[in-house]
């Protein structure tokens, strides 16, 4: 099986890949797990800091959003600058980076601050995550990097999941007095041991040819996507003041005049931020078109589940954690097979994971419906395997498609490109679904009808992935 791309795609030559070992790939996925639970563990600690710093409503929802928006707008930036200056040194970069703002949001004194020092560990974050797409797309092939891909996917979801546990335990455990501040410190050590492996474990890699920095194209990319998220992630909790309203009003034309710069950057011969032809090959269209439903089913999922623990079953942190413990080993071991399943079935996979995910969510608004408020551990746990088992086949999968035929100059920008449909997601999730379940359960259903409500809702987004990825191309 072949692709042809147009001719702005392939202007460099091939260089030589130099081999990651499996000591590289263990540590880039670790430089991978980092951001991801950082965008996730706050969830469980947001009442500990509110209670702390005694922080508005708005303010709080900013320590959330100040992260993933500054990780969103800058994903495909970091991407690009790998490519040109060297994916191992934007990693080393970006995880010293990544370590030293977590330091600060650990000892943050005040509200403000932290909320500045969440938005710099995002950036720090989208300097290093698409390197690690990169790395593993230049220094494997074949089924090494299928394997790679696939355990990239499965750190995704397990990430995603241990932020939740770890979040809980730390915040629980109350180290000597310092409440949620350990869940921003844990990093520092961590990443200072990353820094020292990656120098001697992480092999150097380039495009060919340094692509500059498309000016424009980065503008209205950062233009695009602040004015859809800032007010949709922020509009509910200052109930929806004129700027949200007229920032939601501009989104249109920002992604507009994206577009033309692209599209006449790409005519004359130029390398777009975002190249359109890249857009064009099957396996990133179609992927991207799936990938959107799908992690914003997730991340709303995981925050609405969240909070339902917490405020409506009123479950500590520890123990909301200890809930996700079913979903993340039956994500964990269904990853592991995903490459077996995807060599057998090829784009199959996908919908097959979307089938089982619905199930699960429709099982677990089941339980809820006819067990509440005396839910137990043992009686979500069903449902909860089998989101996990949903989740690990289609999640890791679509990284598959999406990437496989990305060419080896352009692996930042697909990583970056791919990330940046993740986060942007994930955060539209959050807030339309966070937005209906806020509503729902402060009206006459509450957390019971609210909860059975939204996840019934994600059920059907579950089945809309289903139809869509049965147009995706073959990763094998």
């Known amino acids: 099986m072949t692709t042809t791309t147009s001719a702005p795609v ?3 030559g091939v260089p030589t890949r130099p081999a990651l ?8 996925l670790l ?3 980092l951001p991801i639970i950082d965008f996730f563990i706050v969830n469980v600690a947001l009442p500990t800091i509110n209670a702390d710093l005694h922080a508005s409503t708005a303010t709080l929802e900013l320590v959330v959003a100040a992260y993933g928006i500054a990780y969103a707008v800058l994903l495909v930036l970091g991407g690009r600058l790998g490519d040109a200056f060297g994916r191992r040194r934007l990693f080393l970069l970006g995880l010293a980076l ?5 330091l600060i949001c650990g000892l943050a004194p005040d509200a403000t601050t932290l909320v500045l020092a969440r938005a710099a560990q995002g950036a720090a974050s989208a300097m290093l995550l698409p390197q690690v797409l990169s790395i593993i797309q230049a220094g494997t092939s074949g089924a090494h990097r299928s394997r790679a891909l696939g355990y990239y996917g499965a750190t995704g979801g397990i990430a995603t999941v241990v932020g939740q546990l770890l979040g809980g335990a730390l915040v629980a455990a109350d180290l000597w007095g310092t409440s949620w501040r350990p ?3 844990v990093n520092v050590p961590i990443g200072l041991v990353g820094l020292l492996v990656a120098r001697r474990t992480v092999p150097d890699s380039r495009a060919t040819n340094p692509l500059g920095v498309d000016r424009w194209g980065t503008a209205l990319l950062a233009a695009s996507l602040l004015t859809l998220l800032v007010p949709l992630m922020e509009g509910s909790a200052l109930g929806w003041p004129w700027w949200t309203i007229v920032s939601l009003a501009l989104f249109p034309f920002a992604v507009a005049a994206f577009a033309r710069v692209e599209l006449r950057l790409e005519s004359r011969g130029g390398m777009p931020l975002l190249p359109p032809a890249l857009l064009r090959t099957a396996n990133v269209r179609h992927g991207l078109v799936v990938a959107v439903p799908f992690f914003c089913g997730f991340g709303s999922f995981m925050f609405v589940y969240a909070v339902t623990l917490q405020e409506g079953l009123h479950l500590g942190p520890l123990a909301s954690g200890l809930v996700l ?13 995903s490459s077996r399943l995807v060599a057998r ?9 979307g089938i089982i995910l619905a199930l699960g969510l429709a099982v677990l608004a089941g339980s809820a419906w006819l067990a509440w408020p005396s839910l137990s551990v043992w009686q979500l746990a069903p449902a909860m395997v089998l989101i996990g088992i949903g989740n690990g086949m289609a999640m890791t999968t679509l990284f598959r498609v999406v990437l496989s035929r990305v060419p080896h100059d352009l692996a930042g920008i697909g990583g970056g490109v791919m990330t940046t449909t993740q986060q942007t997601s994930l955060a539209l999730g959050v807030a339309v679904f966070g937005t209906l379940f806020a509503g729902l359960s402060t009206g006459s259903v509450g957390y019971e009808g609210a909860f059975v409500v939204v996840i019934g809702v994600l059920a059907v987004v579950a089945l809309v992935v289903v139809g869509l990825a049965r147009k995706l191309p073959d990763p094998r």
Do not use: D, E
């Open 10 to 12: 392939h202007t460099t």
């Open 21 to 28: 070992t499996s000591a590289g790939l263990v540590t880039v």
């Open 31 to 33: 430089g991978a797990a």
């Open 98 to 102: 990544f370590t030293l703002t977590s």
């Open 183 to 185: 869940i921003f410190l």
């Open 325 to 337: 413990t079913p979903m993340a080993v039956a994500y964990f071991l269904t990853s592991l097979v």
């Open 345 to 353: 079935f090829g784009r199959k996979v996908v919908p097959f994971g």
